[in-house]
């Protein structure tokens, strides 16, 4: 149901019973319920267990009965067909008929068929014969037809060690005790009107449980320390009990704020000064606290605001808020706070993050009316929030860019299928042109993703290299031949100024690449048309090797020089803009080199070009470095 | 004493190029740092990985920076701390007065 919206301090993991039980309505009711279903399911268990005990007690004693009869009559047929008193035996059928307990009675003879009945009709004989044939020999047996809810007796008798005649009774008496069928359907006609009464009474008073358990979850979470009324209001809609909570927790907040209003203009008055209490804990925030009357007049003021509004203590203390230089935004949503009909709450943020450079800042102030015996104050709290903003616009810009970055070529890629498709199998140097971009493009996308990744490496500290001996002759093949088509498209003249041999040096080759691609790919791409690029590569007598990338570019400022080594950063120059660029190649190239033992650095002079050095050093350096 | 001022987004980084041992050092360096502070409302940290080492007078810069900043109820931000310069702040019982990063970036983005 949601009515509670509350955060418990965190308690160590042992059981408590007690929070258990304290954790709410939709506990205490799916518990209570399953617990009522439980007893009415055993009650009904117990009403039908003890039914079919009556059943079966019913029935055993109705079979007795019969037995009883059937034996008594049995006895009685032997002695008369002792005595050959044919009339005496169909007497006994009639008389047993007439007792009520017997429907029917008959005895008969394998051979002769029915000589006794009490169905007169049915006699078969006049006279009872000497003889008969006692050779088959019947079993005693009882069978009940539920159909018709009747019993029939079948009794071999033996007469003189004679067998072969047969006394059948049919029983009209139910083997089933009727009464119990009424208790079962009873007892599940109770609980069914028991559960659903429950169920009634349950969704009458839901809202109301909730609203006692909301407010025993909210006092048990007092009592555990939490105070902010947030973590201890109940839902409105539970009913009055949870509004009257709801009422007398915004009343204690309140009578809070004035008291620690109160505190504060005590302390602001003389009372302690600031080196004691409230006052004194305020100085220890980072962010800026003021307290104004109506007229603006400064009740309290703590040093970070005082910082913030650039102005001091003594400026501030007992004088209206316009002393502070730049504050015209702040009083004026200060005003429209304090006005009657104004807001109660104001949140603003003063500053530009491009002023940035002139010293300029980005706060976030939050104005809250207080009122103390009906006197409107207002509350006013500050925060710095320069770098935050700062750093929401770079991750923006990143987005941008990385997406403008990878959006490029892939459009390449998907142009090139185009075409390579519909040219289909005819123009086989358009295809392979196709399938060549492609390749170049698909690469060009792979070092993106990488340079995203190690990003993500390097935020997290986790990016690392794997050194081991390499020949460095590949790597530069492989350069060149990835630039050289983008550097004729611009018609830049590529140079490739290779010693004659390359020693083995000792690096991580997948990395190195990364550093000296990024390296030259900024090289071509900040140099204009028909400019010219050369890579200069030269190893050390110490085994060290440098690689210095040349071009005659548009060159960076001195005071950028430092600067664009940083992650998400470009130099601040409007050429620039219009080429495409993450900002992060040349913070991972050196972030690369300086993981080898080197290091990257730069001259340049704007509109001469620049030199970037990438210096890896040599086995016996880098065992030292690391 | 060269030191050496970089930005990093809106938190500004002083770097001093070596061992604080002068008068005329820790003056620089009071100079410098109480000049940023005031800039930057506070936003500034100080990589101390090329300080080796400080005398008393670089020390009482430190201290009086981060009392300053004690103002506005924050303290002075080191970051590349040696062990040399650690074992002197503790000794010499400030070692709380700071906050101590590892590097510059951690340093940063302690102001986020």
């Known amino acids: 149901m949601g009515y509670l919206f509350m955060t418990t301090p965190k308690t160590p993991s042992r059981f408590d019973i007690r929070k258990f039980f304290a954790r709410g309505e939709s506990l205490v009711a799916t518990t209570g319920m399953a617990f009522v279903a439980i007893l009415a399911f055993a009650v009904g268990g117990v009403v039908w267990v003890s039914a079919r005990t009556i059943d079966d007690s019913v029935i055993s004693q109705t079979e007795e009965q019969i037995r009883e009869t059937s034996v008594f009559i049995a006895s009685q047929a032997e002695l008369r067909l002792s005595d050959g008193d044919l009339p005496g035996l169909r007497r006994l059928m009639i008389d047993a008929v007439a007792s009520g307990t017997v429907e029917e009675s008959e005895i008969s003879i394998s051979n002769l068929g029915v000589i006794a009945s009490s169905n007169a009709s049915q006699n078969m004989i006049a006279e009872l014969p000497e003889q008969w044939d006692s050779s088959s020999s019947a079993i005693a047996n009882v069978i009940h037809d539920t159909k018709t809810n009747r019993t029939t007796v079948r009794e071999p008798l033996t007469v003189d060690g004679r067998s072969g005649i047969v006394l059948s009774l049919v029983i009209n008496q139910s083997m089933e005790a009727v009464g119990s069928d009424s208790i079962r359907a009873s007892s599940v006609g109770i609980m069914s009107v028991g559960l659903i009464l429950m169920l009634l009474v349950y969704r009458r008073f839901r809202n109301r449980l909730g609203a006692l358990a909301g407010i025993g979850e909210a006092l048990a979470a007092a009592g555990d320390g939490e105070r902010r009324i947030e973590c201890l209001m109940v839902g409105e809609t539970l009913g009055p009990e949870a509004q009257v909570w709801n009422t007398l927790l915004a009343e204690r907040e309140k009578l809070d704020q004035v008291a620690v209003t109160h505190e504060i203009v005590e302390a602001s008055h003389g009372g302690g000064g600031d080196s004691v209490g409230l006052p004194a804990a305020c100085n220890t925030l980072t962010q800026g606290v003021i307290l104004v009357d109506s007229d603006l007049r400064v009740a309290y003021i703590n040093g970070a605001a005082c910082v913030f509004l650039r102005s001091s203590r003594e400026e501030m203390g007992n004088s209206t808020l316009d002393t502070a230089p730049d504050s015209e935004k702040i009083i004026e949503a200060t005003l429209d706070v304090l006005s009657d009909h104004g807001p109660t709450r104001r949140t603003l943020e003063i500053g530009d993050v491009k002023e940035i450079e002139t010293e300029g800042a980005v706060l976030r102030v939050v104005i809250t009316r207080v009122d103390e015996e009906d006197v409107p104050r207002a509350m006013i709290f500050i925060d710095d929030v320069t770098q935050q903003r700062l750093a929401d616009q770079s991750q923006s810009a990143f987005i941008a860019q990385a997406t403008h970055e990878l959006r490029t070529p892939l459009t390449t890629i998907r142009l090139y299928t185009e075409e390579a498709v519909e040219a289909g199998g005819d123009d086989e140097q358009l295809r392979e042109k196709a399938l060549n971009v492609i390749n170049s493009e698909t690469r060009r996308l792979e070092r993106i993703v990488g340079d995203m990744l190690c990003v993500a490496e390097i935020e997290a500290g986790s990016l690392s290299v794997r050194s081991a001996t390499m020949r460095t002759e590949g790597l530069f093949k492989e350069l060149e031949e990835d630039y050289q088509a983008q550097a004729k498209d611009k018609s830049i003249e590529m140079v490739f100024d290779m010693p004659p041999k390359f020693p083995t040096i000792q690096a991580d080759r997948d990395r190195l690449g990364q550093a000296l691609h990024n390296l030259v790919g900024n090289a071509i791409k900040y140099t204009p048309n028909s400019g010219r690029v050369e890579v200069k590569v030269n190893f050390m007598d110490n085994g060290a090797m440098t690689v210095a990338v040349i071009d005659d570019g548009i060159g960076i400022d001195e005071s950028q020089q430092e600067r664009i080594f940083d992650r998400f950063c470009r130099a601040d120059d409007r050429r620039i803009a219009q080429v495409t660029g993450s900002g992060l190649g040349l913070a991972l190239a050196r972030q690369i080199a300086r993981l080898h033992g080197g290091d990257i650095t730069v001259e340049s002079e704007i509109d001469k070009g620049s030199t970037f050095t990438l210096m890896i050093p040599g086995a016996e350096e880098m065992a030292k470095a690391a | ?112």
């Open chain 2, 1 to 112: 004493m060269r030191i050496e001022t970089n930005r990093h987004g809106a938190v500004t980084v002083i770097v001093p190029g070596g061992p604080v041992i002068t008068q005329e050092d820790a003056t620089q360096l009071r100079t410098e740092s109480f000049a940023v502070l005031g800039s930057t409302l506070g936003r500034f940290i100080i990589d101390v990985s090329e300080m080796s080492f400080v005398d008393s007078c670089g020390l009482e810069t430190l201290v009086d920076l981060t009392d300053e900043l004690g103002v506005s109820g924050q303290s002075l931000k080191l970051c590349g701390i040696s062990d040399t310069l650690r074992e002197i702040l503790a000794i010499t019982g400030i070692t709380s007065k700071f906050q101590q990063f590892e590097d510059v970036q951690t340093a940063v983005r302690s102001f986020l």
